[in-house]
């Protein structure tokens, strides 16, 4: 028939090549989870079972999270105060770099400056060091104004490191067509009426990118918060993990995984809420207009 298309033999085996590949990755990148799982519900100290699926499953180790605490005055138990501790640090971080980066990519894009292409050119050079470097210099400045051990001072820390994400919202921004802007200053509107109205709602989804972005990157984040926050009640819960595994020869892993599975619910919950502003501010992302 004439406009129809058929699939060549050779078009068939690459595309069921293609299709076996991806399948296979997709088992391959499952088979951590599993294992993760097998572990939450397995009764012992040990991570790997004697079997794929487990002989027996509890759920004492995911009771035991909403039940142990390690002082008497608690309110609350161990697991929930880390994971409270950390979404309060992941959300003030994530506004507040918010907060500090659509300003500022506004004005690296829209607003011609002194300064203003060696202040991207410093940008770029701040994210060759890694963070690690600037440790001691932070750990001074905090223990000097008495903010160790301080959710609010990790915040400030945290929020600092933003760099990336001017420069990618510059880029989002770059590609919103300057008539707009014209139109508006014609209609008497100044920069930040520009900035609130029209440059903030079309960069909605890329906001949406950098708002999972920075929370899912601090809620794992480790070093800087085992300098800061040095008592158990400030924990987070990287810090609060590592206490199931910390002595090698009474490790509890089957309750590591448990708290791992409970701990990744919040993210999960994010990205299906922001799952289409995500895809949107991806696609956004990758094409240059």
């Known amino acids: ?61 995911y009771i035991e999270l909403f039940r142990k605490k390690s002082s008497p005055s608690q309110t609350l138990p161990d697991f929930v105060m880390w ?31 002194v300064g203003r292409k060696n202040g991207l050119k410093t940008l770029l050079i701040l994210q060759m060091f890694p963070t690690f470097m600037a440790m001691p210099a932070i750990y001074g400045l905090l223990a000097k104004f ?21 420069w990618l919202l510059k880029g989002n921004m770059d590609q919103i067509p300057y008539e707009i802007d014209e139109a508006a200053i014609i209609d008497g509107a100044g920069h930040f009426l520009i900035f ?8 909605a989804p890329m906001l949406a990118v950098m708002f999972i972005w920075s929370f899912n990157g601090v809620f794992n984040e480790f070093l800087l918060s085992s300098l800061v926050l040095q008592s158990p009640e400030n924990a987070t819960v990287p810090i609060g993990l590592r206490n199931f595994i910390n ?43």
């Open 1 to 61: 028939m004439v406009g129809r298309e058929y699939m060549t033999r050779q078009d068939a085996i690459v595309l069921w090549i293609s299709r076996v590949i991806i399948w296979v990755a997709i088992i391959l990148s499952l088979l951590p989870t599993w294992f993760i799982i097998v572990a939450s519900v397995s009764k012992g100290g040990a991570f790997f079972q004697s079997s794929f699926f487990p002989k027996e499953i509890t759920f004492e180790n």
């Open 83 to 113: 994971v409270k501790n950390s979404l309060i640090v992941c959300f003030g971080v994530a506004f507040l770099q918010i907060f500090m980066t659509a300003p500022a990519a506004y004005a690296f894009s829209r607003i011609n400056f």
């Open 146 to 166: 008495n903010l160790l051990d301080n959710l609010f001072a990790l915040i400030l820390v945290l929020a600092g490191g933003s760099a990336f994400n001017i």
């Open 196 to 203: 609130r109205k029209i440059i903030l709602p079309l960069t």
């Open 247 to 289: 002595n090698q020869f009474s490790a509890n892993w089957p309750m590591f995984s448990a708290a791992s599975i409970l701990a990744s619910l919040p993210i999960v919950i994010i990205y299906m809420a922001l799952q289409k502003q995500i895809q949107s501010g991806l696609a956004a992302g990758a094409v240059k207009g």
